[in-house]
């Protein structure tokens, strides 16, 4: 493949971009068009079986059902779990306005478990209130929004890109989102977009951390979702917020696959050690919960296992339905590789690697409540915006509010800034100047060993400052990175976002000097909790220097009062950059122990044997002998004569 001209661009126009076709993607596109603007949507694979809900989901987990719930429960609920360190403005949105996007997922097709009354079938997984509600056909989720959006009047207004991979968001000279840059992932032809407002719906970081079973693409989340749209909005000068807050999730051993006891639960499973014991008093995910998972399986008491062995024929037949045919639908096929059945083998679990997701954790870009980001006319929302514990149902609302405030502008019309599509056409096409270099699978599993040996908890100030210096390093191995078709360059742009994912991940949790949120952030330097000091959001961004900074921002004043929490207010502080600290190989020097043996004395000549053979090569090498010269000394029966040689 040779490198196109910047010249020859496909020149793309529209008022509002959507980069990412999942699930807030597509709620974004069809409510910026219902709102009368013209859409454009890119997908770097296909709409129609993209992003983490293209397998279908088992179930809604935070649906506050008007008479089964209150807004204002949930939202203490999800500040509890998240030790205080939530804009509740956020999560209120996803409360309040989650049950109108329930029914409208249904008047779209989708159907939500209901009882024999005709209500729905919430459950209870959280320490308090009842918001799971099941999806009994929710394998086709994905299928049902890509209807609406090929829907005769959505067609008028949503143009679909398929295969398109944005690698940066443009600004203009005021800082403003004004389009983006990227190439088509078949073609390689480099794209172009001018656009009124911009809204970044890629997802999480799945790609972080490595897995256990060291597939690159085997890990919990949706391995396309590699940290695109956290990598795009930190360098278009967006606040990113909470990325020290990893998520962490309980898994199947070696199938790398949710266990899904939040799913089990209201069926009456549950998750117990290798005794039968039951370990947790809730099986709501938290990373205080994780932190007593961790403990257990490093016990004596593990492994641990989610026991649904004991559970009656109607349950366990209940849970094969949802759990082998949504989301992860080789789950039955892995267990009857091994001779397991629910109703004879209880589940072994395990623990993933690392990521970054506001949706199930606390980490990403930091929106407003209309998904809005720090960077004018530029949004984010799902798994890739802040808003802790958002889920599917909070993706929707946050890509619903996205699409409702971008449809306010219309398409850009200026000059496109010719440095920045310079530098995305660099970050594109680079690896086609050196197509032998080193592949990327290679490159990226390097990168993320190091993830998994520095910056996993649990963390240190010496093992993060370690982090940083390996990803460094790594800048030279993107550099010489080499690549032949348009998929390779997909995957190597993918690398660069995972580069600068793990930067933020380790830097962020150096600059948080305490333990929080259990698991997620556990520093052993810094083994206790500090409200004193430590009861704000970090947030980082870049800096005018290209160095990235931080500043700690205190916690709004709550909307729903939450008992043993209280937010002080205060200025923001700035922190500014934070650097690795020195670790030596092997301790300070001054350190080192000093030896007691008795000193050896040192001849003035180097000690050379007499050895006739010896004394013929020391002459030979007088005259600079070439290898052949050396081969007969080299294969000498005497072990002096060969070290000699060598």
Same mark, same amino acid.
């Given at each position: 493949m040779q490198i196109p001209a910047l010249a020859d661009a496909e020149e793309l126009s529209c =008022? *509002?971009?959507?980069?990412? $076709?999942?699930?807030? $993607?597509?709620?974004?596109?069809?409510?910026?068009?219902?709102?009368?603007?013209? *859409?454009?949507?890119?997908?770097?694979?296909?709409?129609r079986h993209s992003g983490a809900l293209a397998m279908g989901m088992d179930g809604v987990n935070n649906a506050v059902i008007p008479g089964r719930a209150e807004p204002d429960d949930y939202v203490a609920e999800i500040t509890r779990a998240n030790d205080g360190i939530v804009d509740q403005s956020t999560v209120r949105q996803t409360a309040t306005r989650g049950f109108g996007m329930v029914r409208r997922l249904e008047s779209y097709g989708v159907k939500f478990e209901k009882d024999e009354h005709g209500e729905y079938a919430v459950r209870q997984v959280h320490r308090s209130g009842s918001y799971v509600l099941p999806m009994p056909e929710g394998k086709d989720v994905k299928k049902v929004l890509y209807r609406q959006l090929r829907r005769r009047e959505m067609r008028e207004r949503i143009r679909i890109e398929n295969r398109v991979m944005p690698v940066r968001v443009l600004t203009g000279d005021d800082g403003r989102a004004i389009g983006a840059a990227g190439f088509n992932t078949r073609t390689g032809q480099f794209v172009t977009v001018r656009a009124g407002a911009v809204i970044l719906a890629t997802g999480a970081c799945g790609r972080l951390g490595l897995p256990a079973s060291g597939y690159l693409y085997g890990t919990y989340e949706n391995p396309t979702n590699a940290?695109?749209?956290?990598?795009m909005a930190y360098h278009a000068g967006a606040e990113l917020t909470g990325i020290e807050c990893f998520q962490i999730n309980p898994l199947i051993k070696d199938y790398n696959g949710p266990a899904c006891a939040y799913v089990a639960n209201p069926f009456g499973g549950y998750q117990v050690n290798r005794h039968g014991e039951r370990f947790v008093d809730s099986d709501y995910w938290s990373g205080q919960m994780m932190a007593e998972f961790a403990a257990e399986v490093a016990s004596d008491r593990g492994p641990v296992y989610l026991k649904l062995s004991h559970l009656p024929e109607e349950s366990v037949s209940a849970l094969e339905t949802i759990l082998h045919s949504t989301e992860r639908p080789t789950r039955g096929t892995f267990h009857a590789?091994?001779?397991?059945?629910?109703?004879?083998?209880? #589940?072994?679990?395990? #623990? %993933?690697? #690392? $990521?970054?997701?506001?949706?199930? %954790?606390? %980490? $990403?870009?930091?929106?407003?409540?209309?998904?809005?980001?720090? *960077?004018?006319?530029?949004?984010?929302?799902? =798994?890739?915006?802040?808003?802790?514990?958002?889920?599917? #149902?909070?993706?929707? *609302?946050?890509?619903?509010?996205?699409?409702? =405030?971008?449809?306010?502008f219309t398409a850009y019309e200026g000059e496109l800034p010719t440095e920045q599509l310079r530098a995305a056409h660099e970050l594109v096409y680079r690896p086609l100047r050196n197509p032998d270099g080193p592949p990327q699978p290679q490159v990226e599993y390097k990168l993320r060993r190091f993830v998994n040996d520095y910056v996993a908890p649990p963390k240190s100030g010496a093992r993060l400052s370690i982090a940083l210096e %390996?990803?460094?390093?790594?800048?030279? =191995?993107?550099?010489?990175?080499?690549?032949?078709?348009?998929?390779?360059l997909m995957r190597c742009a993918e690398v660069s976002f995972i580069r600068d994912c793990a930067e933020m991940a380790a830097r962020s949790s150096l600059a948080r000097t305490e333990s929080r949120w259990g698991l997620y952030h556990e520093r052993t330097d810094h083994p206790e909790r500090d409200d004193a000091d430590w009861f704000h959001h970090l947030d980082l961004y870049k800096s005018a220097s290209g160095a990235m900074e931080f500043t700690a921002r205190p916690v709004a004043p709550y909307l729903v009062p939450v008992e043993g929490f209280e937010p002080a207010g205060g200025p923001v502080r700035r922190i500014g950059a934070v650097e690795p600290v020195g670790v030596g190989t092997a301790g300070a020097r001054e350190a080192a122990p000093v030896s007691v043996r008795p000193p050896v004395e040192t001849a003035s000549e180097p000690a050379v044997s007499t050895s006739p053979r010896i004394l013929e090569l020391l002459a030979l090498t007088e005259g600079e002998p070439d290898l052949a010269s050396l081969a007969p000394y080299l294969d000498d029966p005497d072990a002096a004569v060969r070290r000699a040689a060598v």
């Open positions: =008022d *509002v971009l959507v980069v990412g $076709g999942g699930t807030a $993607g597509t709620m974004a596109a069809l409510t910026a068009a219902e709102h009368g603007a013209s *859409v454009l949507l890119l997908e770097k694979a296909h709409v940290g695109d749209g956290y990598a590789g091994r001779g397991h059945d629910y109703r004879t083998h209880d #589940i072994e679990m395990h #623990i %993933s690697e #690392i $990521g970054l997701c506001g949706g199930h %954790s606390a %980490s $990403g870009v930091r929106v407003d409540d209309h998904a809005r980001t720090t *960077v004018d006319r530029l949004y984010a929302a799902g =798994d890739l915006a802040c808003v802790p514990h958002n889920y599917m #149902i909070g993706a929707f *609302v946050f890509g619903d509010l996205a699409g409702a =405030d971008a449809a306010r %390996s990803f460094e390093r790594m800048r030279t =191995d993107l550099a010489e990175m080499g690549a032949k078709t348009p998929h390779e």
